[in-house]
């Protein structure tokens, strides 16, 4: 009888324990079913109307219109995206602070800083990547060559350096430049702006050769042959003007990489948040409005899983590296 005592009141004890355990346990579970319960902010750190900016707030409407909740914007800008990364890195890992980035923040800066104040490969969740952007080749609309095979031969037979602008050292601009040198033969120049339509501006008024640049910059200046362009980098052509053949099209061979925007969370965000917010951003990138939006600022809509997204940066971040050290981009 006291043995059958003891057996019944351990019994109860472990009942009350594991009663406990699962009472403690039901407030994390019960928070991540309700996500989100408040407003989502998305940080871009981009200044505020640029074109990565305008597209995510055409995006982050509709994922609020998916999540049931408020999605406030903020744009973070400065220091080649660095302030903006450090302030997702440093939030709580509860899916309501995310960054929406280019591929520069977690691959580019790798290779430009020497220190930076979050991990490009650790740091962040990945969650979708939303776009892939194509960067445009261009000459002056009097260049006497139509294509880049017209170019690589007036280069080539220039017998001095030709220069090319890009938006800054060690961006994809800079790089490309670098591939026509190494790859190609030719005797290009560099010449850094600090956006692209300051280049375009040179390259209209002759101070450059030809420049690197977004089709979105480029685009109302080629409709109104006020500059010519020559290629589009990236593995296929661009939506924004599908008309214009890519490098690899044309007999370049080396350009496929492409730059792209993508959803990042805080390392450690539960994996049902992350699950809950690739569902309405890919819901929201598909949308046709959002989609033509994107495509508008020189974007072409992805969508994917997180482990899409982790593939793509496993894949691209080797060849960007590098790249970028063949360049001779030294860190900072």
């Known amino acids: 009888m006291t043995?059958?005592?003891?057996?019944?009141?351990r019994r109860d004890a472990l009942r009350l324990l594991t009663a406990g355990a699962a009472a403690a346990?039901?407030?994390a579970l019960r928070a991540q079913e309700a996500f989100p319960s408040r407003p989502i902010r998305v940080?871009?750190?981009?200044?505020?109307?640029g074109a990565i900016d305008v597209a995510v707030r055409a995006m982050t409407d509709r994922v609020a219109?998916?999540?049931?909740?408020?999605?406030?914007?903020?744009?973070?800008?400065?220091?080649?995206?660095?302030?903006?990364?450090?302030?997702?890195?440093?939030?709580?890992?509860?899916?309501?602070?995310?960054?929406?980035?280019?591929?520069s923040t977690t691959i580019n800066n790798a290779g430009a800083y020497k220190k930076l104040p979050y991990d490009p490969a650790r740091s962040f969740a990945p969650v979708t990547q939303v776009s892939m952007g194509s960067v445009m080749f261009a000459g002056p609309a009097n260049a006497p060559y139509a294509d880049l095979q017209?170019?690589?031969?007036?280069?080539?037979?220039?017998?001095?350096?030709i220069s090319?602008?890009?938006?800054?050292?060690?961006?994809?601009?800079?790089?490309?430049?670098?591939?026509?040198?190494?790859r190609h033969g030719l005797p290009m120049q560099h010449v850094p702006y600090k956006g692209d339509v300051a280049a375009l501006t040179d390259l209209r008024g002759g101070v450059i050769d030809s420049t690197f640049c977004s089709p979105v910059s480029a685009r109302p200046l080629v409709r109104a042959n006020a500059v010519k362009a020559l290629g589009m980098t990236?593995?296929?052509?661009?939506?924004?003007?599908p008309e214009l053949p890519t490098f690899g099209e044309q007999g370049l061979e080396g350009f496929e990489l492409a730059g792209y925007v993508a959803v990042y969370v805080p390392a450690g965000t539960p994996a049902p948040v992350i699950r809950k917010l690739n569902q309405a951003f890919?819901?929201?990138?598909?949308?046709?409005?959002?989609?033509?939006?994107?495509i508008d600022q020189g974007q072409d809509p992805v969508a994917g899983t997180p482990e899409e997204l982790a593939a793509v940066y496993e894949r691209d971040a080797p060849q960007w590296l590098a790249l970028m050290k063949a360049a001779g981009v030294e860190p900072e």
Do not use: N
């Open 3 to 9: 043995a059958f005592r003891f057996d019944a009141r």
């Open 234 to 241: 990236g593995p296929r052509r661009s939506g924004g003007l």
């Open 164 to 182: 090319y602008g890009s938006w800054g050292k060690g961006s994809s601009a800079h790089l490309f430049g670098e591939l026509l040198r190494m």
């Open 150 to 161: 017209g170019f690589v031969r007036w280069a080539k037979a220039q017998g001095r350096p």
């Open 282 to 294: 890919v819901a929201a990138i598909r949308t046709p409005e959002v989609s033509q939006r994107l």
């Open 65 to 103: 219109q998916e999540v049931r909740q408020p999605v406030v914007v903020e744009a973070k800008p400065g220091a080649a995206t660095i302030l903006g990364a450090e302030a997702v890195a440093s939030a709580a890992p509860d899916g309501y602070t995310v960054l929406v980035t280019t591929s």
């Open 25 to 27: 346990a039901c407030p």
């Open 43 to 49: 940080v871009v750190p981009f200044a505020a109307g």
